[in-house]
Structures are given as C-alpha cells and as structure tokens.
C-alpha cells in the first residue's frame, strides 16, 4: 500500500510570492492534516480536512490556506510568503473522524521542504 | 490550551545504557502518540497509548501512559547507534466534530555514542 505523498519535495522562493503544496494521502483515508515544523517552534499543527471540508485549524495567520478535493487529495497555499514561512510542512493521512471510542492513526508524508529568500 | 513538555530535549547515552524520555501534557487527553524522525526525514509512527496504564514495547524501546499524572514515558534499553533519531510525543486533544488534533512536544534528540 502506497504511503503519503506530498509534492513538490523541495522548494525555493521569494519573499511576497505565493506556493502550492500538494499532499496524497493513503488510499482509503479520506482525512488530511497539516503541520509545519521549524527549529525554534517544533511541530505546529495547520489545518484539517475530511470530506472537502476543514474541520480545525491552528493558530495561524490568513495567507496560510487549504483545500481538499473529492478524491482525499489536498492542497495547501501560503500568500505573501515571508522568511519565516521556511519550513518543513509535513501532511499526514487518517482513515476519517476520530470518534471517542476509536482513534485513527496518522500516517506522515516525506515533507515539502520550503525555503524563503 | 494544550500544552506538552518533552524532556529531556537532547540526550547523549553510550550504547549499551538505558535511559527514559518523558512527556508531560496539561489537560486531559485518553491518547498519546510517539513518533521518530531522522534526520531530513518524515516522522515515523513508533507506538500508540490508548488508556491509563497502557504499556507498549517494540524491540528496545517501550513506551507508557498514566492519564492521571498526565505522563507518558518512552524508555530505551540497552541503546543501540540506530536508535539516535528525534523523538516526539504527541497528545491528542478533541476539538469537536470528531475532530482530533495533535499538539507536539518540542522533540528529544537522542545521540547514541558508540
């Protein structure tokens, strides 16, 4: 079974310029979450998608955007890039809605390395 | 707001020693995940703790969740050079809408010693 993938692997941009990244998650999981991992803040949850819908977002600003589409696959867009926008952003796939009584493993992409000049 | 606390942050061992990683967390959670990543890798999915008391052990490491005291540790036994890694504990904490998100601790960079 494939795991997740997340394209484009590496990435180099400008300052105000905007950046795609596209994650697929495992066949059969229709969940994508997102996290971004820096040295100095860790691992910082994104944002959450089941069923085309967000669910949960963290606590960041508005130029930080997603989507998921009918076929699991999401995306996610960060406008007016800033220097502090290079990181790590890493997707990870579950099987769907995390009842109390159950849990759904997340399962983590290889990353999309994002440098800011 | 969800908070978790690895320590220690970094841990330089020989091999052959044991020593324990801890993971605290603020509020109540029933779930608690550690993961490994290496170097400029992805995090990989080392053990799952669903319930007070859980215990699970895969090869030298062995992982435990106490809900009451809001702790979990991660112990490793007789450490190898392969085990050097980063390792994060993550609490799981529901937002509602069947929704589960994941707070990290800052991570524990293991450096085995030969």
């Known amino acids: 079974k494939a795991g997740v993938t997340q394209t484009p692997r590496y990435l180099i941009k400008t300052r105000g310029q905007q950046v795609t990244l596209s994650c697929s998650p495992i066949s059969g999981h229709r969940s994508v979450s997102w996290y971004q991992q820096t040295p100095g803040q860790g691992l910082q949850f994104l944002f959450e998608y089941f069923s085309e819908t967000q669910r949960n977002k963290g606590n960041f600003p508005g130029r930080f955007s997603g989507r998921q589409f009918s076929n699991s696959r999401s995306e996610m867009n960060v406008s007016t890039l800033e220097l502090g926008d290079s990181a790590l952003y890493l997707c990870a796939s579950s099987l769907g809605p995390q009842r109390a009584l159950s849990y759904n493993e997340q399962f983590f992409g290889p990353g999309t390395r994002l440098t800011v000049l | 707001e969800l908070k978790v606390e690895q320590n220690p942050l970094f841990l330089s061992m020989q091999e052959g020693k044991n020593y324990t990683i801890y993971c605290n967390y603020s509020t109540t959670s029933d779930r608690l995940y550690w993961y490994r990543q290496d170097p400029g890798k992805s995090l990989e999915s080392l053990f799952v703790?669903?319930?007070?008391?859980a215990v699970k052990q895969e090869g030298r490491l062995m992982a435990s969740l106490d809900t009451k005291a809001r702790l979990s540790t991660l112990h490793i036994t007789a450490a190898v050079h392969d085990l050097s890694a980063t390792y994060f504990c993550a609490v799981a904490y529901y937002s509602g809408a069947g929704s589960y998100q994941l707070t990290f601790g800052k991570g524990t960079k293991l450096s085995v010693i030969p």
């Open positions: 703790l669903l319930s007070n008391g």
